[in-house]
């Protein structure tokens, strides 16, 4: 059981500072939330910057949304009310004054609470359950450190963040010139985002003390999350009952820019308190590397496929590959639920459907294909955090042992990058294909759908890209893989803003995702798809001798 610790005075990693001795619960605190905040101090800036991105990014679509003409704005007010738009942005009540404001909190409001939610489900775990995973919390515990100062010091970090992510967007919305944007507004749009942050950072504390591995605690509090977004779009749409058990629903119904409530956020944070303190509580319950669940116990022996590295590879990867493929199952019937309406519902965007002809073919098959890039960029997600599996097995200690037996280096490495691009692979055509059927069924047009079940295949060479770009920086600098994630950030960037704000094709020639012929709009070219595989394999092999020339780094 965890207990406060009181040995003689030791250094820290933290700048070397002495720790006075204490006998608090929290003694250290200040200590762990200095070493925190310098650990993350490229991390957080980072996450805050997208979330701000993301925000400004839809400034111009908000004020097209809302035109000052009557007419045009009930035409905006019954696009923007239907089912599947509601379900995807927020509550209808934001069209009562469609000012760009509050079109802007109903379009970005809940995109933005996934965001800082996953940011703070992340910064919690780093800090706690990770940190006794690697090792580092056992280290830190050999000075004096009170039971609950690392938990502290991760919740501290956390708040910091969403703090003055609150505050930056307080003081940044109004100085945009959005229509609608009063300071009152901007200043409880940020308070709404740094409240559902400390929700998720609260629900982290808690999952943290229920696994005893870092990786099932995020799962379990992105799940959370996950739930709280779908039962948000479940009571926009139908009972409103649903949206008040979700604390995204809660922060979308304080409307501001609209009504400016402050009261719903308060449920917020009795939630975000009562979840902290019974991670507090937990904590006192359980051994430092050890979860309140017990791990579930396997079979006696191993099956057969376990005795093979790609069988042990796939095995280690199957719930990552289960959790994207069920999301990429939701978002893809949601996007392709909307290709029935998207003439009604881009005829007020001038400049959106003159980004889209770009790609040629109708409008609807533009609108597909500019979806199947959001729909493969999050594939290739999910092939960047197989790829780099190998990084925590190796650092972790866990690759020695079976590179000591006859298991080669490449044989091991190349195991994982089998389960990453070929689950990504299967992820993305689960995407694809629910695209496909609702996209189908929207349009009434089931050839429109099989053509959409070919053209999301056709970003499989570039998820392979993805891949590759990820195993040569692990075989030659595994310190600095997350250099690896840049390729599926970019893409997103030029692909999908890009887009949108016109900036220069030549962007494009560095994102493998732009070689992709933007199908079903425009024609198939076999000669980038062929390239790009080439480019792949080139990469994945030069990453494998890159691994086979370097010594491991274990920690």
């Given at each position: ?186 200043l409880l749009y940020g308070a709404a985002l740094t409240v559902v942050g ?108 376990l005795t093979h590295p790609v069988g042990f590879a796939v095995r280690l ?239």
């Amino acid at each position: 059981m965890s207990t406060t610790t009181r040995v003689a005075p030791a250094r820290t990693g933290a700048g070397n500072r002495q720790v006075e001795p204490g006998g608090g619960a929290l003694t250290g605190t200040g200590v762990l939330l200095r070493f925190a905040l310098r650990r993350d101090r490229v991390r957080l800036p980072v996450w805050m910057l997208a979330v701000l991105l993301v925000t400004f990014s839809s400034l111009q679509q908000a004020t097209d949304l809302a035109p000052d003409d009557p007419g045009e704005a009930a035409d905006t007010a019954a696009t923007l009310g239907g089912p599947a738009m509601l379900a995807m942005t927020g509550p209808e009540h934001y069209l009562a004054d469609p000012t760009p404001a509050a079109v802007l909190s109903m379009l970005m409001l809940g995109y933005g609470a996934v965001l800082v939610g996953l940011m703070n489900v992340l910064t919690v775990v780093r800090h706690t359950r990770a940190d006794e995973e690697t090792g580092i919390a056992e280290l830190l515990r050999s000075g004096v450190v009170g039971r609950h100062a690392t938990l502290t010091a991760a919740l501290a970090t956390a708040a910091a963040a969403d703090t003055v992510l609150g505050l930056l967007l307080a003081v940044l919305l109004p100085a945009t010139g959005l229509g609608g944007a009063t300071a009152g507004g901007a200043l409880l749009y940020g308070a709404a985002l740094t409240v559902v942050g400390l929700v998720f950072a609260g629900v982290a504390a808690v999952t943290v003390q229920l696994s005893s591995h870092g990786r099932t605690a995020t799962g379990a509090a992105l799940a959370a999350l996950g739930a709280a977004y779908a039962l948000r779009a479940a009571g926009d749409v139908g009972p409103d009952a649903l949206s008040w058990c979700s604390p995204i629903g809660w922060i979308q119904r304080s409307y501001p820019f609209a009504d400016d409530r402050w009261w719903p956020l308060l449920p917020a944070l009795a939630l975000a308190a009562g979840t902290a303190a019974a991670g507090y509580l937990l904590s006192t319950r359980r051994d430092v590397g050890a979860g309140l669940l017990p791990p579930r116990t396997g079979r006696a022996g191993a099956s057969a496929a376990l005795t093979h590295p790609v069988g042990f590879a796939v095995r280690l990867h199957r719930g990552l590959c289960a959790g994207f493929g069920a999301a990429l199952l939701v978002l893809g019937a949601m996007y392709g639920s909307l290709l029935g309406g998207a003439e009604d519902m881009l005829k007020d965007l001038a400049e959106v459907r003159e980004a889209l002809a770009e790609a040629g073919g109708t409008l609807v098959e533009s609108f597909a294909s500019t979806i199947l890039l959001i729909v493969a960029v999050v594939a290739s997600l999910f092939v960047v955090l197989v790829a780099l599996r190998p990084r925590a097995e190796e650092t972790s200690g866990r690759a020695e042992p079976l590179l000591a037996t006859g298991l080669s280096r490449s044989r091991w490495l190349a195991s994982h990058l089998v389960a990453a691009l070929g689950g990504g692979t299967l992820v993305l055509l689960l995407g694809s294909l629910s695209l496909a059927l609702t996209g189908a069924a929207a349009t009434h047009d089931g050839d429109l759908g099989v053509r959409l079940l070919g053209a999301g295949l056709a970003y499989a060479p570039a998820l392979w890209v993805t891949g590759g770009a990820a195993a040569l920086v692990y075989g030659w600098a595994p310190r600095a893989t997350r250099l690896a994630w840049i390729v599926p950030a970019y893409g997103f960037a030029v692909g999908y803003l890009g887009k949108l704000s016109g900036l220069p094709d030549a962007f494009g020639a560095l994102s493998p995702f732009s070689h992709v012929p933007q199908l079903p709009a425009a024609e198939m070219s076999w000669t980038p798809m062929v390239l790009l595989t080439l480019v792949a394999a080139a990469l994945i092999a030069t990453g494998l001798a890159g691994f086979r020339r370097r010594d491991l780094d274990p920690k």
